[in-house]
């Protein structure tokens, strides 16, 4: 593993454009349960999973039933998601915040809807599932803080007259267009891509490390990127293996836990960094 550390070390100095993209696998280590995982929300409470799916189509159909059934069962201010906004940062999401304060990690594109990276540090991130501590107006696009919005009177109504929902994407909703479209406009743009604890299987979240190992075919806006710039240094940091790494995606991966790899890594840049300091 050490030698992988210091490879990633120098993969990431020598990139010019380097984002991160991370999955549950970063956040489990901040104590939020997965959903699928052996002792995932929905393995042990299927009725849970069979509702979150049917979720999205109740507040198409009936926004006040829909903002009934969150309050009751993931929460306003309490609850299951206000447990979720209650976590904290740990040394892998504090290690990505270096990376962007050093001016080497130019975003983060995560599927958590915690909040986490914008805790540790990071500006720029895109919640591609939204998030927690947000609501959004379904008809025109609009985010409001949580804390901004009176649920007194359900469903809370945006400024266009349209009711809002809760940021996260729920099952059968379409990824926000704002955020698909900067995901991946920062997937054609990286030279270095940061994977840590994605298990790459839920589209289209997954397609995005596609997108920037092969960016130089045609891309949804239909132009064609010079083949010079389509190399790219995937690096995947993860508990196990993915279809990424079987399928020749990610450069390779460094297994284990992200709280401690990304710190390692971390570490090592600040060691060839300070060498480079002293000899100039």
Sequence with gaps: MEKLIRQAARDILDSKYAVALTGAGISTESAIPDFRGPKGLWTIDKQAESKAYERYELFLRDPRAYWEEMIETRGAYGGFYGKIREAEPNPGHYALADLERMGILKSVITQ???GLHRK????RVMEYHG????LRCASCGLRFDLEDVSLEELPPLCKCGAALKYDVVHFKEPIPPDVM???EQEALKCDLLL????TAVVYPFASLPRVAKFRHRATHYGSLLD???SKVKIIEVNDEPTPLT????SDYLIQGKIGEILPAIVEEINRNTSGISENS
């Design 131 to 134: 998030s927690v501590s947000k």
């Design 227 to 229: 083949e010079s710039t």
């Design 112 to 114: 958590n809807i915690d």
């Design 120 to 123: 540790a540090g990071n500006s």
């Design 181 to 183: 479209e900067e995901s």
């Design 246 to 249: 079987y399928e020749g995606i």
């Design 195 to 198: 994977i840590c604890g994605t």
